[in-house]
């Protein structure tokens, strides 16, 4: 019995544990670019670093725009209008499947103007939707999310055709909605990569939202009574994608690299506009072409560790799954726990 017990709150230890997640890493073209662990900095990345993995909670919050606490990224890492942008959740430490399985997935991008992606404070950005996935169109009421928690997937979407060149944030989140069924209760996890777009597009984006500003707590998707209602319709926040939207956004295998930093190449920042002349051609066509950089850390670990505890606080005591109610994937997920813990206990 002693054994028993201790068996079953040692498993819900790990459960816990696994509980919230990051994006582990990001590709363009299939170039992949390795994410640090939340609070956890090892090298350069275009991912900007978050120091938690728990949700930003609130949809006015400020930390909605790039992820709690989020710090500029070293990188800069180059991409097409065109380019497939993939993205790797993971659980929180880093080898666990994501945990969440509903709730919508949305990828907006805004430029960095003038300013090198890697000095750009997004509170300012003029962001546009270029993409939502939410339930599938099957009618099972599943969520394409769903996907990252049960097989691990990546998501895939194809950056709009038509992009002016110049730095730009993509901002992926994703949003849990298994507490969403009361005000405040909704679970956002967004991230902010930073890319240089090349070639000679010349779309303007619109309409454009800012973060925060884009979401309410009383907003249909983010307060949403009906989540757990089979043939529910979804209505996403955020309002509706851009004229440069992506496309094929959809399910890709699982990647379970790279762990090294920096992984793949920064490009230089386009030049500072001179005036008249917007038809800049100099940002380099290949990465190839570009030197590997020589990032010096702006965090070191300890900075990272010296995140604001009111900040990290407010997530601490979100239960997450715990709480869901009538929620049949709340068991599922601690059934997943259970039967992994069960597969290492018996190795
Ligand atoms: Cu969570």
Known sequence: MQALTTFLSLSLFISLAHAHGYVKSIAIDGQWYAGNI???????????????IGPVKGATNPDIVCGLSAQKAEMVVPANPGSVFSVQW??????SKWPHNIGPLMTYMASCGSTACTDFDPSGAKWFKIDELGLKPDGSGDWFQNDIMTAGDAFDVTLPQDLAPGGYLVRHEIIALHLATEMGGAEFYPMCTQ??????????????????????????GIFDPDVFNAGANY???????????GTDASMAAPFTGPTVFPSGTSVAPLPAPTGASSGNTTAPSSPSDSAPSAPE??????????????ATGATRGST???????????????????????RTFSR
């Open 235 to 245: 209505t996403f926040p955020g309002g509706p994608v851009a004229n440069l939207a």
């Open 195 to 220: 890319v240089m777009i090349q070639g000679s597009g010349n779309g303007v984006p619109a309409p454009t939202v800012a973060f925060p500003g884009a979401y309410s707590d009383s907003d249909p």
């Open 90 to 95: 993971s659980g929180g430490d880093g080898v």
């Open 297 to 310: 850390p702006t965090a070191s670990p300890s900075d990272a560790g010296a995140a604001d505890p009111a």
């Open 38 to 52: 939340p609070n956890n900095y090892k090298g350069p990345s275009p991912i900007r670093l978050i120091s938690d």
């Open 320 to 342: 997450c799954h715990l709480r869901a109610r009538g929620a049949s994937s709340a068991g599922t997920h601690e059934r997943r726990h259970f039967k992994r813990f069960l």
